[in-house]
T-cell receptor
């Protein structure tokens, strides 16, 4: 089955700096890669996603890049703000494959943005 | 609120008791998923429904766990003879048949004493 590794486990930055979180996956058939933000005690919320036919996607201060050959994808947050502090999870899925809807998540990154 | 809802939000029970959780997906989402999340970890897949059919179950879902979605709308997850190791956040998510994006509910936090 799919295995997703996420690094770093914790990330501390100063407000205004950039933050980068990296994930690798094992199943070359995975074709959809969402990123979720989870604040303490709250539900995971989708912040950005990318499909395997695209190498990069950007939404304001957030961007995701995908390298299918190396089987890794990254989340980039620019101009970080204290409200970006949360746990971020990457995930992978073979959408349309025999694993149906099963998302495999990374272990999470605790991002802390210091004012 | 038209998002995924879950009840109860918190449940404290004694070891050996049975518990049941409910998930109401986003209207018109025919796919529904259950995940379990322990402290400091990412969600782990438990099971998946398309309409009322349970199409996949994780090996994490022991015989003490059962999930249903009888009319293809809401779903229930029952844990029989709870154990302390069952303590976790149980998350439900739903998605539209033609979209990969899964939207999560707020979860039910279970504590087994």
């Amino acid at each position: 089955g799919e295995n997703v590794e996420q690094h770093p486990s914790t990330l501390s930055v100063q407000e205004g700096d950039s933050a980068v979180i990296k994930c690798t996956y094992s199943d070359s058939a995975s074709n959809y890669f969402p990123w979720y933000k989870q604040e303490l005690g709250k539900r995971p919320q989708l912040i950005i996603d990318i499909r395997s036919n695209v190498g990069e996607k950007k939404d304001q201060r957030i961007a995701v890049t995908l390298n299918k050959t190396a089987k890794h994808f990254s989340l980039h947050i620019t101009e970080t703000q204290p409200e970006d502090s949360a746990v971020y999870f990457c995930a992978a899925i073979n959408a349309g494959g025999t694993s149906y809807g099963k998302l495999t998540f990374g272990q999470g990154t605790i991002l802390t943005v210091h004012p | 609120d038209t998002g995924v809802s879950q009840n109860p939000r918190h449940k404290i029970t004694k070891r050996g008791q049975n518990v049941t959780f409910r998930c109401d997906p986003i209207s018109e989402h025919n796919r529904l998923y259950w995940y379990r999340q322990t402290l400091g970890q990412g969600p782990e897949f438990l099971t998946y429904f398309q309409n009322e059919a349970q199409l996949e179950k994780s090996r994490l879902l022991s015989d003490r766990f059962s999930a249903e979605r009888p009319k293809g709308s809401f779903s229930t997850l029952e844990i029989q003879r709870t154990e302390q190791g069952d303590s976790a956040m149980y998350l439900c998510a739903s998605s539209h048949k033609f979209q990969e994006t899964q939207y999560f509910g707020p979860g039910t936090r279970l504590l087994v004493l």
